[in-house]
């Protein structure tokens, strides 16, 4: 009875081998059995880093890397400090302080807080403080709105800013304006006081 359990099958063809087989193989210890001396551990060899993708390149900072954070539709970032940002991008509301390059508020998209910028597209809504280094640009649909001051400044056309508004180039020597003003050209609505 123990002969039936003892049959060996005929000679089949080799398979091929699997990717993943392959890789097991690679990985075990080349070292027969009976070739190790007695009380001596041989563990495998640690496997080497994937080699890298001929697609694939990587980012060099003297590329100029750049971050960029994303706050999607229907997302609320509150009470936070955001660094070392490149880019904002928001969509949803964010209320923060950052200091960053570049600021881009969608139509939808809310920030309220305190940013210094070097450059701020506004399609939606800001509300707070905005140091704007470079260049402010109000799109048609964007409303600014509390104390902010700005390099240089464009309001589209149904473009609305509020508040304490003065040229960065003004702060320097005299007291800022309170202004309101919806732009009804392309040109920049800033009002200025009259001494």
Not at 161 to 169: E, V, W
Request: with cysteine; aromatic share 4%; proline share 9%.
């Amino acid at each position: 009875m123990l002969d039936n359990f003892r049959k060996t099958n005929p000679p089949q063809a080799p398979r091929a081998q699997s990717p993943y087989s392959r890789l097991q193989e690679a990985l075990s210890p080349a070292v027969p059995e009976a070739a190790k001396p007695d009380g001596l551990k041989i563990e495998a060899p640690k496997p080497l880093p994937p080699a890298p993708r001929d697609d694939f390149k990587p980012l060099r900072a003297d590329e100029g890397t750049k971050s960029k954070l994303i706050v999607g539709p229907d997302i609320k970032l509150k009470g936070v400090e955001i660094t070392d940002c490149d880019t904002l991008i928001v969509e949803g509301r964010v209320e923060a302080s950052m200091d960053s390059r570049v600021i881009q508020i969608s139509e939808r998209g809310v920030f309220a807080g305190k940013a210094g910028i070097d450059m701020a597209e506004i399609r939606g809504c800001f509300e707070g403080e905005l140091t704007v280094r470079k260049q402010l640009l109000v799109c048609a649909t964007g409303k600014v709105s509390g104390k902010v001051r700005y390099g240089k400044l464009t309001v589209e056309e149904g473009g609305e800013i509020t508040g304490d508004i003065a040229s960065l180039g003004e702060t320097a020597g005299k007291a800022p304006a309170r202004t309101n003003a919806v732009a009804s050209t392309g040109l920049p609505a800033v009002t200025r006081p009259t001494v």
